[in-house]
């Protein structure tokens, strides 16, 4: 992210490409129905096109710049972008929760986010999950179906101090949620009900994010960083300079199966 490089990795062929960003730091990444990649971070919303030609869709709402992280695609081509700030002039300024509409047009679903991360549809997209990374909480919400607005927020879990912070979230074909532990060196698996189901250990304490793939979707592919980000909140004990931050990718062969993810009917 930090490189404002994205990199891309064939599964048949074992080729990894890579995509400079000219600067451009890709904190959240989706694909558009037209094929380009729709990538967000500090300097906004992007779309960039298979010719390696960018524009900026978004950089502001009412003023205030937009910095976001993770995104996620809904079933009508809208967009749900979380916003942060650590690092900014106004440092650790509450971050909001976006859907962004196919027209550009944006409207704000949440607010007072510590840090946002991690989002997911459940498989009938009626619920959404959201990370708040440093309040170690996911949130849940109803998803209006015919407009995709979120409603009824409440907390779906919260993890225990001794614990990694949960980072970047996905949801397989069962409803599960699955979370990765930043300085936790693992990816939990969470039932609906929120209950832990399985825990799978990861050699790096970074975990940032997971997401399925392989030909029948059981691939687990788990990204690591190796930047040295140490915050107040990291879990009693912790010693970065004793453990394996990370910065590889990982694969871990599954009986469960993902699903596809929604792509954005962006045209502005």
């Known amino acids: 992210m930090n490189a404002s490089l994205v990199f891309s990795y064939d599964r048949m062929s074992g080729q990894i490409a890579s995509l400079n960003t000219n600067g451009l730091n890709a904190a959240g990444m989706a694909f558009n129905q037209t094929g380009e990649l729709v990538f967000a971070g500090s300097g906004g919303l992007h779309l960039w096109r298979k010719s390696g030609e960018h524009r900026t869709l978004l950089c502001k709402h009412n003023a205030e710049t937009l910095n976001f992280n993770d995104i996620l695609a809904g079933p009508h081509g809208q967009l749900y972008a979380g916003t942060w700030y650590w690092g900014a002039q106004d440092y650790e300024k509450p971050g909001k929760l976006y859907l962004i509409e196919t027209d550009g047009s944006m409207s ?4 007072g986010i510590e840090l946002s991360n991690g989002l997911g549809l459940s498989p009938d997209a009626s619920t959404l999950y959201y990370a708040d990374s440093t309040a170690r909480k996911i949130y849940i919400y109803q998803v209006n179906p015919q407009t995709g607005a979120l409603s009824e927020r409440r907390v779906f879990v919260e993890v225990p101090s001794t614990e990694g912070m949960p980072d970047g979230l996905t949801v397989d074909a069962q409803g599960y949620i699955w979370s990765a532990q930043w300085y936790g060196s693992q990816i939990v698996r969470y039932d609906p009900d929120g209950t832990v189901e399985r825990r799978i250990s990861v050699p790096a304490s970074q975990v940032s994010c997971m997401t399925f793939g392989g030909a029948d979707w059981n691939e687990l592919y788990i990204t690591t960083a190796s930047e040295d980000w140490q915050t107040r909140f990291s879990p009693p004990l912790y010693d970065s300079s004793r453990v394996n931050l990370g910065g590889d990718l990982y694969r871990v062969k599954l009986d469960i ?9 962006f045209a502005w």
């Open 108 to 111: 704000i679903q949440d607010e």
């Open 257 to 265: 199966q993902g699903k596809p993810e929604y792509k954005t009917e």
